[in-house]
């Protein structure tokens, strides 16, 4: 994503490290280990197209990363088949297997856009060759007009900027199987909601990818508490990592994003193109401290314990260590 005013990342908490808690941890060497033989490959050229601007990832990564958690997918997906049939066959049904949803978290420049991107890539290529899809949580942002109305325009990226009850119906319906279900696309020139839509057609998996997918149900005024996003995936990934390692990579970002994105013409942020070096670094750091940074603890952050599977980051963008949900 080129927005500025969107979400952080993480840091370990106590819970995390309980050798007793819900996770274990393994270091990158051990989870590289663990992974079969594939013939999946993705060339340099792949790479360069799937990865966000800044962002390193290489072969290597994907090899030791990535392929692990593409198996540790499909074991998900296989079981989750035997579990469907099963059921069907008790309850005397017969009806198509729905979507396996997997969710995807984490922070603005953490790089959970190229994690998202990266899964859907080889996914694709897995065994029975899958139809995935991509959708991110963007597209349920309001458009800038409604967050202006609200008050809310500073705050884009933080949970009550989205129409939450859209982004729900839609992956409700895809869970269900509705044939056709239409989400709306946000444009990262025009900084708002476009006129296009995008159409999901029955995915054998849809990949959902935004800081916020893994936020709890909210309470209703009247005590009910409604449902959840996470309540309908099947599989979810948070990518994390220290909040001052993501904060650089946000400033290192903004100032990458002045030669690309901020000069066209057309972009929300062309007025940043032309600042120096040290004017940009400056307002990029004020926007963490004022924005990123409150919604990343406040929000995002909690959230991480919900999740299948956290990658944990290092300094530099190389995933170091994975925490894998044992119940």
Same mark, same amino acid.
Do not use: C
């Given at each position: ?9 993480? /840091? ?12 274990? +941890? ?17 060339? +340099? ?38 579990? &469907? ?14 979507? $396996? ?16 991107? %990266? ?17 991110? @949580? ?29 982004? %729900? ?10 044939? +056709?279900?239409?989400?709306?696309? &946000? ?6 909601? @476009?006129? +296009? ?8 998996? %849809?990949?959902?990818? *935004? %800081? ?6 909210? @309470? ?14 099947? $599989? ?7 909040? /001052? ?30 600042? *120096? ?8 750091? /004020? ?41």
């Amino acid at each position: 994503m080129t927005d500025l005013q969107h979400d952080g990342g993480g /840091q370990a908490s106590p819970e995390d490290d309980n050798p007793s808690g819900p996770y274990v +941890e393994l270091s990158r060497g051990d989870w590289a280990g663990l992974a079969d033989h594939t013939d999946i490959d993705l060339d +340099e050229q792949t790479l360069a197209r799937l990865r966000g601007l800044g962002d390193p990832t290489g072969r290597d990564e994907v090899e030791a990363v990535y392929l692990p958690l593409t198996q540790l997918i499909h074991l998900h997906m296989r079981h989750t088949g035997h579990l &469907y049939r099963a059921s069907n066959a008790f309850l005397e049904l017969e009806v198509r297997r729905t979507p $396996f949803v997997i969710g995807v978290a984490g922070s603005v420049a953490v790089g959970k856009s190229t994690t998202a991107r %990266l899964l859907r890539e080889l996914l694709s290529r897995s065994p029975g060759r899958p139809k995935v899809d991509l959708i991110t @949580t963007d597209g349920f942002l309001r458009p800038n007009a409604e967050l202006e109305r609200r008050g809310l325009l500073d705050r884009k990226g933080f949970p009550e900027s989205y129409d939450r009850r859209a982004l %729900l119906r839609f992956v409700v319906d895809v869970k269900s199987g509705v044939p +056709e279900v239409s989400a709306p696309v &946000y444009s990262h020139i025009t900084y708002d909601i @476009t006129d +296009e839509v995008e159409v999901v057609r029955q995915p054998d998996i %849809l990949i959902v990818e *935004g %800081l916020n997918v893994l936020q709890p149900a909210r @309470t209703r005024s009247d005590g009910a508490v409604g449902l959840a996003l996470s309540d309908f995936f099947d $599989f979810s990934v948070y990518v994390d990592a220290q909040e /001052q390692h993501i904060r650089r990579w946000y400033v290192e970002r903004f100032l990458a994003l002045r030669e690309t994105a901020f000069s066209d013409p057309d972009s929300y942020f062309t007025r940043f193109a032309t600042m *120096g070096d040290a004017e940009a670094i400056a307002f990029a750091n /004020q926007v963490w401290d004022e924005i990123n940074g409150p919604n990343l603890r406040v929000n995002v952050q909690p959230t991480r314990p919900r999740a299948t599977v956290i990658l944990r980051k290092g300094a530099d963008h190389d995933v170091e260590s994975v925490r894998i949900r044992k119940i």
